[in-house]
């Protein structure tokens, strides 16, 4: 009798470690936030001389965490499958410069919009295209399933161009153009704005804007607990001055909307 009540009191305690250890685990999972990025979209998030990741988005999203009391883990993905990625559970949001589209907002969950941005045409210093109908009969080089590519596309100048490549990254879109493959690239402002304060007199941006946008952060569609929350936190961001303070360490000015 004493063997079987010892034998009981073991399992019995065997199955409270358990649970807690499942406990324990489930309620860390839950803390944590994976974020979908594109690791080559500076200033919003890229990776610096140590190959950290460092970006406008990837520091105002470690805070927005904290105050939600999570944790980040930024997973960097293919910007082509952004939504698949989201869709499929393998990221919790997208945030990185993701523009909000009627198209996007069929397919994912959006935030209030956090910064103002458009898209613009970039080329070369010493390059006669000043204006959109310069780009009649030239090729033009742009992001994947970007909002540049809708951007472009809904422009009457889209039929006159002579062709369009696409790149994974806007890096290997103005490498081309350095080089002369593409005499033209449609940018995120924000995005150009940065290489041509680290690469002076090399590139321009041309006087006509494709077209204004806003970004805002992705959330799983059904997932509105998630994006209640996070709206909540970035909200308070704003008002206890976190996000100008964000702001104007990577853009010089608070560019961040209420």
């Not at 073991?10 to 944590?32: Q, R, W, Y």
């Not at 989201?86 to 935030?111: A, C, H, M, P, Q």
């Not at 308070?236 to 000015?253: H, P, Q, R, V």
């Amino acid at each position: 009798m004493k063997k079987l009540t010892t034998l009981l009191l073991i399992m019995t305690a065997f199955s409270v470690l358990l649970m807690g250890c499942s406990k324990s685990g489930s309620t860390d999972k839950n803390d944590e936030l994976i974020i979908g990025v594109d690791d080559k979209f500076a200033p919003m998030g890229f990776r610096d001389k140590d190959n950290e990741l460092t970006g406008f988005d990837i520091e105002y999203a470690i805070a927005a965490a904290e105050n939600m009391g999570m944790t980040v883990k930024f997973q960097p993905i293919d910007w082509k499958t952004k939504e698949t990625e989201l869709s499929s559970g393998r990221i919790d949001l997208i945030w990185n410069g993701y523009t909000i589209t009627d198209d996007r907002k069929e397919k994912v969950l959006f935030t209030k919009p956090y910064l103002s941005n458009a898209q613009v045409v970039a080329t070369l210093t010493d390059s006669a295209i000043e204006a959109l109908d310069d780009l009649d009969g030239k090729i033009v080089g742009l992001q994947a399933l970007s909002s540049a590519s809708d951007a472009l596309a809904a422009n009457p100048i889209h039929s006159k161009i002579k062709s369009i490549s696409e790149y994974a990254d806007n890096v290997l879109a103005l490498t081309d153009l350095k080089i002369g493959r593409v005499d033209a690239v449609v940018i995120d402002e924000v995005v150009i704005d940065y290489y041509m304060a680290q690469e002076q007199d090399i590139f321009k941006v041309i006087g006509d804007e494709l077209a204004p946008e806003e970004y805002g952060i992705g959330v799983k569609k059904g997932n509105e607990e998630l994006l209640e929350k996070l709206q909540a936190a970035l909200d308070k961001m704003n008002e206890d001055g976190t996000a100008e303070e964000i702001s104007i360490k990577w853009f010089g000015e608070n560019k961040v909307l209420k």
